[in-house]
């Protein structure tokens, strides 16, 4: 039987829930060498060994077939692989890393409460500064579907490397789209949420990469993983 590889996150919190949410349904990882390789095998399922990445780059793998199945969030899933492409899919939700992908902007704004309002003030702004309405995310691929399925045009984004929510106050953006799970901070940064302004309410998901889905360890991780137990 071929071996396939499930890779988990590498480190902190999100590492310690993966491992724990899949011993919870009789899955154990042994790593390989010292607690700190990045290499293991997983017991109570045929031939499948375990990579630790980040985050981030498990969703890249997913999508690129350099791994079989992934524990990541589904921000991070749905920024790499547009879910029309059908490359990856979710095999099971699991019950943590909770977070939303929204829209945010200054709480000052206050004509400003819908993506609506935000293209209206998209054309005064341009017409006011003669340049459009600057986006900072890390999210590109879903600002840009997101804004498009809202008919919302007048804008251009700025990749964010740092401290998303603090680009308005410095002055390189008017706008955010970042993750949240209270919004705490955003309220400290003087921001708001658009009331339609949720692209995605997001959790950890364990997905596979489309060339697997027939195989029966796909099959037996999507009975697994979906049983209540």
């Known amino acids: 039987m071929k071996t396939l590889t499930l890779a988990i996150p590498s480190k902190g919190r999100l590492m310690e829930q993966s491992v724990v949410a899949l011993e919870d349904h009789g899955l154990t990882i042994e790593r ?16 499948v060994e375990v990579a630790f990445l980040s985050a981030a780059e498990i969703a890249q793998n997913l999508r690129d077939g350099n791994i079989d199945f992934g524990v990541t969030g589904q921000d991070l899933l749905d920024e790499k692989s547009n879910p ?11 019950d943590f890393g909770f977070a939303n ?21 998209s054309e005064s702004f341009y017409v006011a500064h003669a340049r459009r309405l600057r986006v900072a995310t890390k999210y590109l691929n ?27 106050a410095a002055g390189t953006a008017e ?17 708001k949420i658009l009331d339609d302004g ?4 997001s959790s950890a998901v364990f997905a596979a990469n489309h060339a697997v889905l027939t195989d029966s360890r796909a099959v037996e991780f999507r009975e697994i993983l979906n049983k209540t137990n």
């Open 101 to 121: 992908v929204v829209v945010a902007v200054p709480a000052c704004w206050l004509d400003v409460a819908s993506m609506a309002d935000l293209d209206d003030v």
């Open 175 to 191: 706008i955010i789209v970042d993750i949240t799970t209270t919004g705490s901070t955003l309220s400290a940064n003087h921001l």
């Open 32 to 47: 390989s060498g010292t607690d700190r390789g990045y290499r293991g095998v997983l017991k109570g399922m045929a031939s």
């Open 142 to 168: 879903l600002t840009r579907r997101f804004f498009a399925e809202k008919g919302v045009t007048g804008y251009r984004i700025v990749e964010s490397l740092g401290a998303t929510e603090g680009a308005p």
């Open 84 to 94: 029309a492409e059908k490359l990856v899919q979710i095999l099971a939700p699991l």
């Open 198 to 201: 949720v692209i995605l309410r």
